[in-house]
């Protein structure tokens, strides 16, 4: 079946530093999305990328979709305390089956 | 906004006891999904479901069952618990069309004793 590969699992930064997680699929994607969990809450839905070697960005995130749509990643430059959290990826293969990938639980040092 | 509402935020139970997780949304949304949430293992997909008494088995189904019988309510049943079914439960939701983003509730911590 289809998997999704995240890494890293852990990741702590200084903050003003910047963090990138990295998603691989073992399989072609019709889409990838990105969640944000924040400790002690739930993931929230922070974008979707369609499109081969798409790129979107949101203020200091910055979202890619490979050229073979089987990888994605998020940047995040001059990281705050509030990007504190747990970053998904969530890959669709089939018909509205999604796989998320482990995570990466961000820490920002103050 | 869309809300999921589940029903309890925690909840301990005992080892057989038959234990049902409840799930609302309020925005008309077909398509349904009941996760757990592990440390080291992300988010694992139990089952889901895109219509009224329609069910799809996830990636890990063995021990859990699901009743559909509203559209907007989405209940996942443990016939008999045990332990290793200790777990964080997130329930969400997300319109039928292919590129719809998830909707998720605030899960349920649930102790297998």
């Known amino acids: 079946g289809q998997q999704v590969m995240q890494i890293p699992q852990y990741q702590h930064v200084q903050e003003g530093e910047d963090f990138t997680t990295y998603c691989n699929s073992s399989?072609?994607?019709?889409?990838i999305q990105w969640y944000k969990q924040r400790p002690g809450g739930h993931p929230v839905f922070l974008i979707q990328l369609v499109k081969s070697g798409e790129v979107k960005k949101q203020k200091r995130l910055t979202f890619q979709f490979g050229e073979a749509k089987k990888n994605s990643s998020l940047h995040i430059t001059a990281t705050q305390t509030t990007d504190v959290g747990t970053y998904f990826c969530a890959g669709r293969g089939g018909y509205q089956k999604v796989t998320f990938g482990i995570g990466t639980k961000l820490q920002v040092i103050p | 906004d869309v809300k999921v509402t589940q029903s309890s935020r925690y909840l301990v139970k005992r080892t057989g006891e038959k234990v049902f997780l409840e799930c609302v949304q309020d925005m008309d949304h077909e398509n349904m999904f009941w996760y757990r949430q592990d440390p080291g293992l992300g988010l694992r997909l139990i089952y889901f479901s895109y219509d009224v008494k329609m069910k799809e088995k996830g990636d890990i189904p063995e021990g859990y069952s699901v009743s559909r019988e509203k559209k907007e309510r989405f209940s996942l049943i443990l016939e008999s618990a045990s332990t290793n079914q200790t777990s964080m439960y997130l329930c969400a939701s997300s319109l039928e069309q292919r590129n719809q983003p998830q909707h998720f509730g605030d899960g349920t911590r649930l102790s297998i004793l």
């Open positions: 399989t072609t994607l019709s889409n």
